[in-house]
């Protein structure tokens, strides 16, 4: 029997995963508030993605890949969805690409439409040129994500990056991990 793994977007903005045999049926369900309490309590607004299965078991294994991304994906998604804009240097992307690579993107497709993205400037702002600063005592290395996000006045850095999250804040600019991220701009 076929499945589906599908994203919905719900009302709050939030992005729900999840897996079925008859897809059309599931989005009536959840719509409805009948399919489970996240959608109940926060119905969908839109599909936004699917894929097809040969077998309802091979749905739910991409429905728990996904899961296992967690929040680093869950970034690259809302970038992806024009919700967030990503601020490049050559250095930065040199780093995102080996990120990228380090959460499961392994598949060439999926690191080249990125790549592709990146390429035609999509959501991005890019600098050539950034100051040159020592804010990250513990690993000068990450001084080029302060950098970058200098020179193009960002609001905030996401990262996982311990010795950038013990900075916190630089020149107005606030440090956060993804997690602290979807929390503080209710992105779940």
Not at 25 to 50: G, W
Not at 69 to 85: A, C, E, F, H, S
Not at 91 to 105: A, C, K, P, S
């Amino acid at each position: 029997m076929p499945g589906w793994f599908y994203i919905l977007r719900l009302r709050s903005g939030l992005l729900y995963v999840g897996a079925t045999t008859d897809l059309s049926k599931r989005y009536e369900d959840h719509c409805s508030k009948k399919a489970c309490r996240t959608t109940s309590l926060d119905p969908p607004i839109a599909s936004v993605y699917s894929e097809t299965f040969e077998t309802f078991r091979e749905a739910r294994q991409r429905e728990a890949q996904v899961k296992r991304w967690g929040n680093p994906r869950r970034i690259i998604d809302l970038w992806k969805n024009d919700q967030v804009v990503l601020c490049l240097s050559r250095d930065v992307l040199d780093e995102y690409v080996d990120v990228l690579q380090r959460i499961g993107l392994k598949d060439q497709n999926e690191i080249e439409e990125l790549l592709s993205l990146f390429a035609k400037g999509f959501n991005i702002l890019f600098t050539t040129k950034t100051p040159k600063l020592r804010a990250a005592e513990d690993d000068p290395d990450d001084d080029k994500f302060i950098e970058c996000a200098v020179a193009l006045k960002a609001d905030v850095i996401i990262t996982g990056d311990k010795a950038l999250n013990t900075i916190g804040e630089y020149m107005g600019i606030r440090i956060l991990t993804p997690q602290e991220f979807l929390k503080i701009y209710k992105i779940h």
